[in-house]
């Protein structure tokens, strides 16, 4: 293991976001503020508790695994993006890495991104609601291989993307949507029956799922298939990513 | 001397057919200076990648240092150091903090004491808290070469140090690349400029589409292919060669005086005769000089000999 090069490429890119502190902390951390207003305070309070729990508290798991997934992926994407962009990228294919370590390197600094935020999200949100986490050690565990598996997903997206168009496109088109209609700010149960079934299809439903249970011990689906969605996503990430390296897929000619 | 790098029957062949390198091999001596000078497109760049790694190879082996660069390449990669042609930096990183990436990239411990030697060498000592955004481009190419040289390889890859710089510029770069050949460091550099690699290389590798056409000590190459040119000024000027001359390999150079050329190595050069030969046409000479073709003359031959 070349541990020098892990660290180097995980500071490098930890400098990044210490150095745009306003774009990387800060504008996600006002954004979730403006939901917790919006939904929280000024609509939530017409709504009643969704099974027993306030809709302003509701929706906090919600909020966090919107932002978390989002940032995670164009983090990672954009941290792997950007050195094929500039070309800086040669240093990396003539250095004495890995492929692994690369990935290590851009996915941890990514998920560490993502969790910070998260962390910062959740300590928002005791200003607007009050908060009891049922599940603390399993909040934790969604939370870390949430940020971990939609890092690597985003680091396919940075591998694949040849421009800045691409590399929007799947966090506009197909995360984005994929949040609010995984049950962010509402419960499943809460739909005509033949959307229930639809969203069941919807792969962040069980993430959502899972954590909002690690918070307040109820689910839409099982615990189980939750952790099972989750592993499975991670699994055909790595799958994913290791058949680019073997291939060297849209790296190495 | 030990080879350092040994490139043998290395064919790249890239998707959708187009040869880059056919079948090249390559020896590189512990210490030297080589030059690859090659036409636009010839393949000196894609030598360069799949040596370091940064493209792959259809076929043939390729060792550094002795290890081999696919199934070794953690202990072959850290030997070498490369310079790309183009200014491929992170613009909004400090000189210090992307130097110290590098190193790190290369699985070297920080060592700050050592990268500030590096940039005082390269005269970037005072830019080392700069960003590298607001470096002159010639700044930024000193970058590039310390980031190369901050893990401390024993082989550096220059790919067309001096392309689009100034004569200045150009000048310190030469001198700096004989500092590092002073500090033991091999280096293969590619030009297009002949006058570079004459005025560096130890050995000159001419390489013209994907073929490694020759390779040879500078010197010998210009001894052994260098034509000599013999140039008689005459007074009245002549506008046409006598018949008597015929014989002779003559030209007429533009103020009406003759030019022989001979090849100094021939058992007999001629030129006794030759002059015998004038005097007796009746041509009066008003002065001779020589000419050794440059390794211009001699690459421009050869890549015209292979288009042919």
């Known amino acids: ?81 950007f050195p094929k962009f500039i070309g800086t990228i040669y240093e990396h294919l003539s250095a004495p890495i890995s492929f692994y370590e690369i990935v290590i390197g851009y996915v941890g600094a990514a998920a560490t991104k993502a969790l910070m935020i998260g962390l910062i999200i959740l300590g928002t949100a005791h200003f607007f609601v009050d908060l009891t986490i049922l599940h603390p050690v399993w909040m934790a565990i969604f939370l870390v291989l949430t940020c971990i598996s939609f890092a690597l997903l985003g680091f396919i997206i940075g591998i694949w993307a040849q421009n800045f168009e691409q590399l929007q496109l799947v966090p506009l088109l197909v995360i984005t949507p994929l949040v609010f209609l995984g049950g962010s700010f509402y419960s499943i149960s809460m739909l005509p029956p033949v959307w229930q079934t639809v969203t069941l299809f919807n792969p962040v439903v069980y993430l959502i799922s899972g954590f909002r249970w690690a918070f307040f011990g109820m689910a839409d689906v099982s615990i189980g298939w939750s952790i099972l969605a989750i592993v499975v996503f991670m699994g055909v990430c790595l799958a994913t990513i290791r058949w680019i390296f073997h291939t060297g897929y849209r790296l190495r000619s | 001397m030990a080879t350092i790098l040994n490139v043998s029957g290395v064919t790249k062949t890239y998707e959708g057919g187009h040869k880059a390198l056919k079948d090249v091999d390559l020896q590189i001596e512990t210490g030297e200076i080589l030059a690859l000078l090659g036409p636009n497109g010839a393949g000196k760049t894609t030598l360069i990648s799949v040596i370091c790694g940064i493209t792959t190879i259809s076929d043939g082996t390729i060792t550094v240092g002795g290890h081999d660069h696919a199934k070794d390449y953690r202990a072959a990669r850290e030997l070498i150091g490369l310079v790309p042609q183009e200014i491929n930096l992170e613009p909004f990183e400090t000189v210090m903090d992307t130097v110290r990436f590098s190193r790190g990239l290369f699985g070297r411990p920080r060592n700050d004491a050592l990268i500030e030697d590096i940039l005082k060498t390269l005269s970037l000592h005072d830019k080392k808290d700069s960003r590298i955004r607001t470096l002159s481009g010639g700044m930024k190419r000193r970058v590039l070469i310390a980031k190369a040289l901050c893990h401390e390889p024993r082989i550096l890859f220059l790919d067309e140090p001096t392309a689009g710089v100034d004569v200045e510029l150009r000048k310190d770069m030469w001198d700096i690349v004989a500092r590092l050949k002073d500090t033991g460091v091999t280096i293969i550099l590619t030009t297009h400029y002949i006058e570079e690699a004459e005025a560096m290389a130890d050995r000159i590798g001419v390489i013209s589409k994907g073929e490694i056409l020759l390779v040879e000590e500078k010197d010998a190459l210009i001894k052994r292919l260098g034509r000599k040119e013999l140039i008689i000024e005459c007074d009245p000027p002549v506008d046409t060669i006598p018949d008597a001359l015929s014989d002779y390999p003559l030209t007429l150079s533009p103020d009406g005086g003759l030019i022989y050329s001979y090849d100094t190595h021939a058992g007999s050069t001629g030129i006794t005769a030759l002059l015998a030969d004038l005097r007796k046409a009746g041509l009066h000479m008003v002065d001779l000089s020589t000419r050794q073709s440059s390794l211009e003359d001699i690459f421009v031959d050869l890549v015209k000999e292979d288009a042919a």
Do not use: C, K
């Open chain 1, 1 to 81: 293991m070349n541990w020098h090069a892990i660290a180097a490429i995980y500071r490098f890119e930890m400098a990044r976001t210490f150095r745009t502190l306003l774009q990387s902390i800060v504008s996600p951390v006002l954004s979730t503020s403006l939901y917790f207003i919006v939904f929280g305070a000024a609509i939530g309070s017409r709504i009643d508790q969704v099974e027993g729990v306030g809709y302003g508290a509701f929706i906090v798991p919600g909020l966090i695994m919107l932002t978390v997934l989002t940032q995670s992926t164009t983090n990672a994407s954009f941290g792997i993006y």
